[in-house]
Every structure is written in C-alpha cells, then in structure tokens.
C-alpha cells in the first residue's frame, strides 16, 4: 500500500479508494488533510485517512491543504471550515469601531493571529480605521460614552474626562 501523499487523503482501507487513478482524494477548500481524530488545524504531511473543517479562527482557501492558516493580524475566521466572507483568503477585516478578537472578548485588545470573531471596542476605547487588533483609549479630555465607536468625544465645557475613558464628568 502507498500513503496518501500530501493534500490527499485515503479514507478506505484496501483495494476500494476515492480516486480511481490513484486512491486518493485531494482534501477541498475549507478543510485540510488530517487523521479522523484531528482538530487543531495541523494535517499530515502524508497518510492522511480523511479531510477535516479548519477550527474556527483557521482557514483554507484552497484545495489540496494539509494546514490550516490562522487569520492574520486585523482579520477574523469566524467559522469551522474557512467558509468566511471573503473567499479568496477565507477571512475577513475587522470594520472601523470593532478589532479582530476571541468571541465574547469584551476588552479592547484582541488577537494578533487566529482571531474567531470582531468585538465591538469598549466604552472608553476606539477604532478609526479597519483591520485592528487592538482598540485606542481615548485620550485625557476626550470619552466615549457606549460601545463600538470609531472616535472619542471632548468633554463639554463644565465637564471633564481626566483619564480619557467611559464617560465626562
């Protein structure tokens, strides 16, 4: 017998196999080559005995894998199988007011790589621009007064915001 080369997977034993021509069956978009019991997104480089759903956070845009790819830094894979929005790259960019994060993150500072989800920044916390990892507090003098937010408020005359955060005193 020959192992499944790398990409492929072999998911019957013997003589009845996938592909005719040579038994083996290249692993499809979304999903990487891998042993039937694995699910962290690491395949086999050979032997492979089925194709597995890229954990959330990872993706695959392309067929014939034995890796998933963690979401780069400002982007998010939200679920298993790389089947995001944009399909060329299986991720997609955090939108100005939210960071690339861990579903349920709720601090403002998210995940370089491997991010599941976009969190909206927190009250006293920013986001101007797309594609962040991490939400900027606002500055002394400045607030914001609710969550998700692309800009920080001065505080009106008569009140002030001495640490930069939730909300003018």
Known sequence: CTAAQGGYYASIGGAAANSAATGETQAVAGKYACRASDSDGTGEATGADDQCDCPVGMYSASAGLTVCTAAQ?????????????????????????????????????????????????PAGRYSATAGVTECTACA????????????????????????GGAAAN
């Open 140 to 163: 002394v003098g400045t607030y914001t007064s609710s969550a998700g937010l692309t800009e920080c408020t001065a505080a009106q005359g008569g009140y002030y915001a001495s640490i």
């Open 73 to 121: 830094a400002g982007y998010y894979a939200s679920i298993n199988g790389g089947e995001a929005a944009l399909a060329a790259t299986g991720e997609t960019q955090a939108v100005a007011g939210k960071y690339a994060c861990r579903k349920n993150d709720n601090d403002g500072t998210g995940e370089a790589t491997g991010a599941d989800d976009e969190c909206d920044c």
